[in-house]
């Protein structure tokens, strides 16, 4: 039982290129979400998705897609990053049905955009 | 949108100090008030949540206690030890549970 793996962990890009931050969970949680963690700023929900097909948007959610074709797998899209984006991008998955459950996060990628 | 204000931003004490970090909420709505704490490169970890309909919840040195009429809740550590030196942030998520917010986060510093 691997929980939520997200990979990379490290990337470094430059200003205007794309790339896909993958996660992916094995516990058949149904919710799962994207943060993004700035000094100071805590942890700022981008896109979140309650199922299979469905996805909504986060408090920050300009600059990034998501998808979620299957249950396990939610991908984060950078179409064309900035240097702005430079952050901790953590996944997290949860329960839905039961509601108030623990989310429990995947271990972080740091992007550095140059 | 739900608004989670935490405070202090840092906090030094002393080993065997207790330590209180404080939020507010800005949603009546908000039901579920986890509390998650994050060492140095690693990812956010719960160590204690509590529910609207429950005032207090204790787990060994740490408790948590809330006021809904305030929309506020505190996390309280006994007997700070070093390794309870971490970010520790404090959240709260939507009546339709789609939605955790975090607060800004706290650096704890226990100095031995």
Known sequence: NAGVTQTPKFQVLKTGQSMTLQCAQDMNHEYMSWYRQDPGMGLRLIHYSVGAGITDQGEVPNGYNVSRSTTEDFPLRLLSAAPSQTSVYFCASKLYRALNTEAFFGQGTRLTVV | ?112
């Open chain 2, 1 to 112: 949108g739900e608004n989670v204000e935490q405070h202090p931003s840092t906090l030094s004490v002393q080993e065997g100090d207790s330590a209180v970090i404080k939020c507010t909420y800005s949603d009546s709505a908000s039901n579920y008030f986890p509390w998650y704490k994050q060492e140095l490169g690693k990812r956010p970890q719960l160590i204690i949540d509590i529910r609207s309909n429950v005032g207090e919840k204790k787990d060994q040195r740490i408790a948590v206690t809330l006021n809904k009429t305030a929309k506020h809740f505190s996390l309280h550590i006994t007997e700070t030890q070093p390794e309870d030196s971490a970010v520790y942030f404090c959240a709260a998520i939507n009546n339709a549970g789609n939605m955790l917010t975090f607060g800004g986060g706290t650096r704890l510093m226990v100095k031995p």
